[in-house]
């Protein structure tokens, strides 16, 4: 009955996101310029698409794995981890370097630098810390302002028109999206969930809290340390592609958890991703539709998650 | 009373060691023959600015070190509670809706919505009662971030993304006589702190304690809090941001000389002086003629110092980290 339940909830997202879809691809469309429009409006709606499931996906992951509904993965600062990694290489290389100009090595190349560096930076916090995950998100937030440091002073160095190049990478859009790209990430993020199917499905069990997880025979260190490069991955993907887009996650995953009220993963990620799109679909739209894309959507992003999160505090007070 | 005179003593030799650091040539035998040239640089850009850099040192320290004694907290700082994001929103809508505003009227603006974001984030934190300490600062910069959102909102709105990022970076660069002069107000506030600190001690105890000695809470509290907003937002309008000047300087104060407000208020002071000086001789000399902005040496500095506190902390065993970080929790769930 309940899981009945929650199939009817998913399948109304999922013509939700299909309605808006439909509304993003076809509004105020001159059908004489039919490909032309698709050209531009596709490789966008799939940018939206697997950033809105590499979120999801990762967030809800990481809110089960520290057991807090309330954090996102973006509070670890990856967000100022790329803008300092893409700085440090237009800084040192220049705007003309293969790893800068050619989109495909620019592309791996952040993600493997952030993949990396995120990976031996947390995890070393994450062993210091003895896994308090609040100690982790605070030293990560400071790091955070020590990353934004460094690539402005940077930037302040940098030769103008050099940094005129730079910017378009810096700020978070969906505007200018390369569908050569985005056949690569899908290719990665596909990949990256068949690697991690067996773990995804101890989730649950994984949600129940560390002893009972060991009781029911996980072994948890190995599988939170797997999982949590994962994250990482699935971060670095989303933010290599579009730009740094934080709260996103956080505003998706709570939804999710909202609408269904269930705890099986298997759902939530899908709501999550579904969830996802149309936030972003709906954000994209008043960016370039009431705006005239002088906003970027980080900023839209940005304010609704801070305060959504300050309700979600107010909400459960006490539990945290 | 050691570390005060040698703080002092520090403080007095850099700073004059400063006011010969720059591009023009000032030198103590030119000032004593009395070259106009130099003796005119000296008064009109290299003692403002030093006089700026003692100012916001104190200032900014002094303002964490008394929020984090209200709050019973060792995160709370004017970076982490709101107050310096506050201050820009409110610098930004003078700058906007009153385009011919002087320097008086923007802090004026920046006083009230600093004030009014800093009580807002304290109200919230307590009427949530959290009962792990850290997540009041995550809280903290979370709204930091809200409203730092809604500054960016605005500025884009009005196509004023740039002239904030000037406006905002902090930075010395610009204190020349005549254009900074507000900056003093860190005086008369710092010494207003200094008469109010065994109550601001008190209201650090918790809510029944102060009512039991016959300390008004909610007055000094909202009384503390308006001094600490004063004080961020006097330095913002004039300098700009520098983060965790007010977070990074107590903590390492408190670290030493233990809690006492009027034991370690000086030291805070002096010592948030001597920080910021550095910092300035730094992001000075590292790519002379031209000059890095404070803010950008004292947000690698300092969050290179909190990140290696923060691990210091977790490595040494338990009673330090009580030391350091030690006695909030039951204050908070009362």
């Known amino acids: ?320 | 009373m050691h570390s005060t005179i040698i703080l002092a003593l520090l403080l007095i030799i850099l700073g004059i060691f400063s006011l010969f650091v720059g591009v023009l040539d000032v030198q103590i035998e030119g000032i004593l023959k009395g070259d106009t040239q130099q003796i005119h640089t000296l008064l009109a850009s290299r003692l403002p600015r030093l006089l700026a850099i003692v100012c916001t040192g104190v200032g900014l320290s002094v303002a964490g070190l008394i929020m984090q004694q209200l709050c019973m907290n060792k995160f709370v700082s004017p970076t982490t509670g709101g107050t310096i994001a506050s201050a820009q929103l409110g610098i930004l809508i003078a700058l906007i809706f009153m385009p011919d505003s002087t320097l008086y009227s923007r802090a004026f603006f920046a006083f009230l919505t600093a004030m009014v974001g800093t009580w807002i984030y304290v109200a919230f934190i307590q009427t949530i009662k959290f009962k792990d300490t850290v997540m009041v600062a995550l809280v903290g910069i979370m709204f930091s971030y809200v409203i730092g959102g809604i500054t960016n909102f605005i500025a884009f709105k009005y196509d004023m993304v740039q002239v904030l990022s000037t406006w905002l970076t902090g930075s010395f660069s610009l204190i020349l006589r005549g254009r900074y002069e507000i900056v003093y107000m860190v005086v008369p506030l710092v010494f207003v702190a200094f008469l109010f600190a065994n109550h601001f001690n008190i209201v650090g105890m918790g809510r029944d304690f102060s009512k039991n000695l016959g300390v008004p809470y909610n007055v000094v509290l909202f009384f503390g809090l308006s001094i600490a907003s004063m004080l961020t937002a006097c330095i913002v309008v004039v300098v700009g941001t520098i983060s965790y000047i007010g977070l990074i300087v107590p903590n390492l104060v408190t670290m030493f000389k233990g809690d006492k407000l009027q034991g370690t208020l000086l030291d805070t002071a002096l010592f948030g002086a001597v920080f910021v000086l550095i910092c300035d001789l730094i992001g000075r000399a590292l790519i002379s003629p031209y000059e890095l902005p404070i803010e950008l040496i004292a947000g690698i500095v300092g969050s290179a110092i909190f990140i290696g506190l923060l691990i210091f902390k977790l490595k040494t065993p338990r009673k330090r980290v009580r030391l350091a970080a030690g006695k909030t929790q039951e204050s908070c769930q009362k």
């Not at chain 1, 998913?10 to 429009?37: Q, R, S």
């Not at chain 1, 302002?145 to 460094?150: E, Q, R, Y």
């Open chain 1, 1 to 320: 009955m309940k899981a009945l339940a929650h199939k009817k909830r998913i399948l109304i997202l999922v013509l939700a996101t299909m309605i808006f879809w439909a509304f993003y691809l076809f509004y105020d469309i001159n059908f004489k310029f039919f490909e032309y429009y698709m050209s531009i409006r596709l490789p966008k709606l799939g940018a939206i698409l697997i950033t809105a499931f590499c979120i999801g996906a990762a967030t809800l992951v990481f809110q089960t794995i520290i057991n807090n509904t309330i954090v996102t993965p973006c509070l670890l600062g990856m967000n100022s981890l790329y803008l300092v990694i893409h700085t440090t290489i237009v800084f040192f290389l220049g705007s003309t370097s293969v790893f800068a100009s050619n989109k495909y090595i620019s592309f791996f190349c952040d993600l493997v630098l952030m993949g990396t560096m995120a990976t031996i930076i947390y995890s070393y916090l994450f062993r210091v810390t003895k896994f308090n995950v609040l100690y982790v998100l605070l030293a990560g937030t400071v790091m955070a302002t020590f990353f934004l440091s460094l690539q402005s002073t940077m930037v302040r160095i940098m030769d103008p028109n050099e940094y005129e190049t730079l910017l378009a990478t810096l700020v978070a859009s969906f505007s200018h999206v390369n569908a050569d790209i985005l056949g690569i990430a899908f290719i990665l993020v596909v990949f990256l969930t068949l690697f991690y199917k067996k773990e995804l499905e101890v989730l649950d069990v994984i949600a129940l809290g560390k002893e009972r997880a060991i009781n029911l025979g996980v072994d948890y260190d190995r599988v939170i340390s797997k999982l949590l490069l994962g994250v990482t991955l699935f971060i670095a993907i989303a933010t290599a592609l579009v730009g740094p887009i934080s709260f996103l996650g956080l505003i998706i995953a709570n939804l999710a958890r909202q609408i269904l009220k269930t705890y099986k993963h298997s759902y939530l990620t899908l709501a999550a991703a579904l969830v996802g799109m149309i936030v972003l679909v709906c954000g994209q739209l008043i960016v370039e539709r009431i705006f005239d894309l002088a906003i970027p959507i980080s900023v839209f992003v940005n304010i609704a998650g801070g305060i959504y999160f300050l309700y979600l505090l107010l909400a459960n007070k006490g539990n945290q």
